[in-house]
Nanobody
Framework: QVQLVESGGGLVQAGGSLRLSCVAS????????MGWFRQAPGKERDFVAA????????YYADSGKGRFTISRDNAKNTVYLRMNSLKPEDTAVYYC???????????????????WGQGTQVTVPS
């Protein structure tokens, strides 16, 4: 069983930045594909970004391309989501997720995610 704990959310003005963190435990972190998802009020949960086991391969939803950066530190069992140029439409609960399956590129968008964190709120007022 894998436990995921997110942190780093908060209230930020439009144009600002945040870095979300997600610490994993319960399994060798370097054998987990990691992803970030978000869910805005009244909407379905959407894919944001994902990263392969080694961190050498990433994949982004169009909504975050050029503004968001996913990275990981396997020594710290942590995955990050750096978010720049935040917009009101980025307001959502952001979830960290882990998959036991290896994936790269688009495969990390469609791979089933086995474990989920509790989420961290990001609010960008309009």
């Amino acid at each position: 069983q894998v436990q995921l704990v997110e942190s780093g959310g908060g209230l930020v003005q439009a144009g600002g930045s945040l870095r979300l963190s997600c610490v994993a435990s319960g399994r060798t972190f370097s054998t987990l594909s990691m992803g970030w998802f978000r869910q805005a009020p009244g909407k379905e949960r959407d894919f944001v970004a994902a990263i392969s086991w080694s961190g050498g391969n990433t994949y982004y939803a169009d909504s975050g391309k050029g503004r968001f950066t996913i990275s990981r530190d396997n020594a710290k069992n942590t995955v990050y989501l750096r978010m720049n140029s935040l917009k009101p439409e980025d307001t959502a609960v952001y979830y960290c997720a882990a998959s036991e399956k290896y994936c790269t590129g688009y495969g990390c968008y469609v791979v089933p995610y086995d474990y989920w964190g509790q989420g961290t709120q990001v609010t960008v007022p309009s």
